[in-house]
């Protein structure tokens, strides 16, 4: 006869453990699976504990510390009565041969454990159904049983719930109020001129696109720092620059040295105390910088995740987008797309966190690999260096770089020839909006 508990996949529980063990951040990828999905105690008390050190940025698994974080709450302390260091020692020695390395193959397993989920607990509540039908007494059949059902199918549910638009629209409203100030929506970009067309939302992912070695990441640090004096917890993942060359940009702004001689040790003491005080005013900031030469989805996500269940997280700046070539972040055209597809939708969409980033132009200003970044973007603004016809006409006091937005969902597009004027200090890394021109027009 068969039964409930004959209904399970042991070996996907065990491979979901022994993934786990190795990298403890794939369970960021399987918040939908709880622990009363197993069938197996000791896995349910060990993924339990595996997530909850993950949360708190422990990537330490072994039987000391499953057995101090389910201490560590009364809630779960019953779990550590299940265990034994001797089991989680098996445990930990088994997972080498049982361990999956990708996140496709833990999604797999992950989706085995809780399709049987579904199966047993329907096959339990499709019991009590049962009972219902034949106790003659029961009144009001129908609805218990659709209660019964409806139970499950909610838990066990991946997707948001969808309401009817009646129910959403004075929440909409609410937060539409919420974004409005000074004119424009959102947190406002360092430059007035550009927040006229666009700011930075959580949901959107705004591109800033330069030719190489035009001032692209300089751009991003400029955004970032701005962000922070906006008290904003920001994430700079760089792919371009190691912590200590980014911290020697970041002092440099800050205390507007220039570069060489800051990097070279050739400033007087006054300039010292400026650059302690810029370290000291960082330290006081809610910054991550982590440097990821090769970008790839899972460690991009695991990054985010973690750092946003740890320190909390507002805005992520992604230094920089790039197809496929030498030193490029990505090994294929391919896995571009998929990963500013993943920024802006698993990322900024549906985390809420606003997302900048950088991309590289061609000489005639087109954004390169567009196909993989202008269908994802929200909006994209060109960097682009004067010409000097162009400085002589605006005038000097009208700055040496101009920024054109040539992509926008959220707002404006610029007419051909429309540029707002920005100026570019490479030396202390610098920039600043300056003095609008006047566009000249035909009389």
């Known amino acids: 006869m068969m039964r409930g508990e004959d209904i399970n996949s042991i070996e996907s529980e065990s491979g979901i453990i022994a993934s786990l063990i190795h990298n403890p951040e794939l369970s960021f990828y399987s918040e939908y699976l709880l622990p009363n999905h197993f069938t197996n ?6 993924y339990t504990a ?10 330490t698994i072994d039987p000391y510390n499953i057995i101090e974080c389910l201490n560590s709450s009364e809630a779960t302390r019953k779990y550590a009565d299940e265990l034994s260091i001797d089991k989680l020692q098996e445990l930990v020695e088994m997972s080498d041969v049982l361990a999956r390395s990708t996140v496709e193959e833990y999604k797999m397993l992950v989706s085995n454990v809780m399709d049987a989920a579904f199966r047993r607990d329907t096959f339990q509540r499709l019991k009590e159904c049962q009972a219902l039908c034949y106790d003659r007494s029961e009144e009001n059949v129908e609805q218990k049983i659709y209660n019964i059902i409806d139970d499950v199918m909610t838990e066990f549910s991946t997707a948001n719930e969808v309401p009817p638009y009646k129910d959403v629209v004075d929440d909409c409203w609410e937060e539409i109020k ?6 424009f929506a959102g947190i406002p970009f360092k430059f007035g001129a550009l927040n006229e067309y666009a700011t930075i ?3 959107e992912l705004f591109i800033f696109a330069a030719e190489a070695k035009q001032g692209k990441s300089m751009m991003l640090l400029n955004c970032a720092i701005d962000l922070l004096k906006r008290d904003l917890a920001v994430l700079y993942l760089d792919s371009e620059l190691n912590t200590r060359l980014f911290t020697a940009r970041v002092l440099a702004h800050l205390s507007g040295i220039e570069y060489k001689r800051l990097t070279a040790g050739n400033y007087t003491e006054e300039e010292a105390k400026k650059i302690d005080e810029a370290r000291a005013w960082m330290k006081t900031r809610k910054f991550t910088h982590i440097y990821i030469p090769m970008f790839d989805q899972q460690s991009i996500y695991t990054a985010v ?6 320190q909390g997280l507002d805005v992520l700046i992604v230094d920089y987008f790039k197809g496929s070539g030498d030193g490029d972040a990505f090994d294929s055209y391919q896995e571009l ?10 990322i900024c969409g549906e985390m809420g966190i606003c997302g900048i980033g950088a991309a590289q132009a061609t000489i005639n200003g087109r954004v390169a690999d567009s196909a993989k970044i202008g269908r994802n973007a929200s909006t994209i603004a060109l960097i682009q260096d004067k010409t000097p016809e162009e400085v002589e006409a605006d005038g000097a006091e009208c700055g040496n770089k101009k920024l054109r937005v040539i992509l926008n969902r959220n707002g404006m597009q610029m007419a051909q020839g429309e540029y707002i004027d920005l100026f570019f200090d490479g030396n202390r890394i610098m920039y600043s909006e300056a003095k609008q021109h006047i566009p000249q027009t035909p009389y």
């Open 337 to 346: 797309g998929r990963f500013v597809d993943m920024v802006k939708n698993q």
């Open 305 to 310: 995740k973690k750092v946003k269940h740890t």
């Open 41 to 46: 105690k000791e896995n349910r008390c060990v």
């Open 201 to 203: 939302e959580p949901g």
């Open 50 to 59: 595996i997530c909850d050190l993950a949360r708190k940025g422990i990537m």
């Open 178 to 183: 919420s974004r409005q100030g000074n004119g």
